[in-house]
């Protein structure tokens, strides 16, 4: 499928940031209504790519239906006109014949809109289908082109929550709006056979369903303000229903008797949010209610002025019939129409969520022209007074930071949480990208490079690394997923990160899903996870590994293990490592030292022990601790 470029259509109102959004939810005028349905193009050309043949065969299909009531009353006036006419002169067999063929007709007229209706729900179930598939794999490729920054912004999830929301459900809004062409076309039928009797009737019908309509329309834009300025505490009560009925959460929760805060808390929340939407409901109601009893005094003025006709002669029985049947269902149609009018008006502002989040560009991507990948590296990685600070952040995670990553070099990483090691990883596989300075590679900046050529190039296994729930030969293979098939090069990297003894354990070998999610899978305990995520490692072939606290969970002797494979591993590349063990982080030809976001020494463990700087006393402090 083509991409479609989404151009969002509503106006300031519908474009600003959500805080301020929000706030204008309940100002939205007839006139941001109307142009809320400027987005309707860019959704029904999606809807056109997901299938055109169903979306076409929906569309003919409703034409059709649209015809068929007008022509159903009709024939129901010449059924009712011919029975008068035989019961008055006594209708000779040919006269019969012609009564039968019409309820014949009317018949098969039903037969025909009883099978269209089926046809349309079935075509309207597997567009919807189809729609919400294509929708939730763009709305993924989306996401896997936007930068991690942005995926560490509230106001982002914001966004990609109610995005979310609209990749299924969204052929509501298709068969609301082929429903109402379905309707419109109807209803033309319908009003020209009453403004051949009178063409007044035509307006007392407009009398009759606008107040419902305007009571309607008013409380869906209340209904609307409410459900969008609660986005953030809805994803809270998603968040709390997980961490309170959870495999992953259960233990903690248990320990340290979390259900009754977290109980409390959601109720709290979800009774708030009852109470304002039970407010809106029982004012909707009552209105609706009054309203209503308006519009249905009009019809029935009308409906007395057709009685009376009939009563003297004016019409026959049959004009009755089809006066009464069309006004009835033309009054029904445009009370549809317009209530509907205005609840697809608040769909295609809902749509807006879904063309927002597309809207999103990445800021870290690829040049036009970029550099190849160096292979091999010849002068390595050099950072160049490099900053930078997260988003909403005052203090930089890294300042005037300037070093070379040598080809080949192991450099470690050694500094307190929060002194920005795990951030200058992120900068050297360009997660993000410096606020200050630069980084080169091979003496061109990294940003001249091709971005996927260049992670492809750099393998990193964070501290946080997933517990795919997923076979344990996929969580392997997520190194380099293309590889996913070659079992030898599965089997290898498992043998050379140790996962192989925690896999010849499972029931199911590689083939073994891993994680209670679902149904036969096999939890492993903190050190046999981080053994099969350091198999990543192993299944790429990079040319920069970096591990963030790769050993963490495992034992003296497995990190001892662990570290001599990985140095037959990285044997002429580079790898970067960060750990809080020094007996770890002694194995690197250089330790660079970070503090505050700076970097206060560089060198070997010895020439640094001989510095007697902070490396020496935070070694010196370790040490203490395994006397």
């Not at 082929?178 to 419109?184: A, K, T």
């Not at 063409?199 to 459900?227: C, M, R």
């Not at 299944?539 to 990190?559: V, Y």
Request: charged share 20%; no cysteine.
């Amino acid at each position: 499928m083509t991409p479609t470029t989404i151009r969002p259509q509503v106006p300031p109102s519908g474009a600003v940031p959500t805080e301020k959004k929000d706030a204008l939810s309940d100002q939205l005028s007839w006139r941001d209504r109307f142009a809320a349905l400027g987005n309707l193009p860019a959704f029904f050309r999606l809807v056109w790519e997901t299938s055109p043949p169903l979306f076409v065969g929906d569309a003919l299909l409703r034409l059709v239906q649209a015809a068929i009531p007008a022509a159903s009353l009709y024939i129901g006036k010449l059924i009712i006109d011919q029975v008068v006419s035989l019961t008055k002169a006594g209708g000779s067999t040919t006269d019969t014949m012609l009564l039968w063929q019409l309820v014949a007709a009317e018949f098969g007229l039903a037969i025909l809109s009883t099978a269209i209706g089926r046809a349309i729900s079935l075509m309207d179930g597997l567009l919807g289908d189809k729609f919400a598939n294509a929708t939730s794999i763009r709305l993924m490729e989306h996401a896997a082109e936007l930068d991690l920054e942005q995926f560490e912004d509230a106001t982002f999830y914001d966004k990609l929550e109610r995005a979310r929301r609209q990749t299924s459900g969204r052929t509501v809004l298709l068969t609301g709006v082929f429903g109402q062409v379905q309707q419109l076309i109807s209803v033309g039928f319908l009003a020209a056979g009453l403004a051949v009797y009178n063409p007044w009737l035509l307006l007392l019908i407009a009398v009759a369903v606008t107040p419902s309509f305007i009571g309607d329309n008013y409380f869906n834009k209340k209904s609307y303000s409410l459900s969008r300025s609660w986005t953030p505490e809805r994803r809270e009560l998603d968040y709390l229903r997980y961490v309170g009925a959870s495999d992953e959460t259960a233990k903690e929760v248990k320990i340290f008797g979390l259900s009754g805060f977290l109980i409390d808390r959601f109720r709290v929340l979800s009774n708030e949010y009852l109470g304002k939407n039970q407010a809106i409901a029982m004012s909707r109601a009552a209105w609706g209610t009054l309203l209503t009893v308006l519009g249905t005094a009009g019809y029935y003025g009308a409906y007395v002025w057709i009685v009376q006709r009939a009563v003297t002669g004016q019409i026959s029985l049959g004009d009755l019939t089809f006066l009464a049947g069309s006004f009835r269902q033309v009054r029904g149609s445009l009370e549809g129409i317009l209530l509907q009018f205005s609840s697809l008006t608040q769909e295609a502002i809902y749509l807006q969520d879904l063309f927002d989040y597309f809207a999103i560009k990445p800021l870290i991507h690829s040049p036009k022209t970029p550099l190849p990948f160096p292979r091999p590296v010849r002068e390595g990685f050099t950072f160049e007074n490099v900053g930078f600070k997260y988003t909403n952040s005052e203090r930089w995670a890294l300042r005037g930071l300037s070093f070379t990553l040598k080809p080949g070099e192991k450099l470690a990483l050694v500094g307190e949480n929060g002194a920005g090691k795990t951030t200058l990883v992120k900068l050297l596989a360009r997660l993000y990208d410096p606020a200050e300075g630069r980084i080169l590679l091979d003496g061109h900046d990294i940003r001249n490079y091709n971005l996927d050529d260049l992670r492809r190039n750099i393998g990193v296994i964070f501290q946080d690394y997933i517990r795919f729930k997923m076979s344990a030969g996929t969580n392997i293979a997520v190194g380099d997923i293309d590889e996913r098939t070659n079992q030898p090069r599965i089997e290898n990297s498992a043998q050379r990160s140790l996962a192989d003894s925690v896999i010849a354990k499972l029931p199911d070998g590689y083939q073994q899903q891993l994680g209670k999610s679902f149904n036969k899978g096999v939890e492993l305990s903190g050190g046999e996870w981080q053994k099969v995520a350091l198999g990543r490692a192993y299944m790429r072939d990079a040319q920069l590994i970096i591990l963030d606290e790769p050993t963490a969970a495992l034992d003296a002797r497995a990190e001892y293990e662990v570290f001599q494979r990985f140095n037959a591993l990285t044997e002429g590349k580079s790898s970067v490592i960060i750990s809080h063990r020094f007996s770890t982080v002694r194995m690197a030809n250089r330790i660079l030292v970070l503090e505050g976001g700076r970097l206060v020494e560089i060198g070997s463990h010895e020439e640094l022990l001989a510095q007697n700087g902070r490396y020496a006393e935070l070694f010196a402090l370790q040490a203490r601790g395994y006397q």
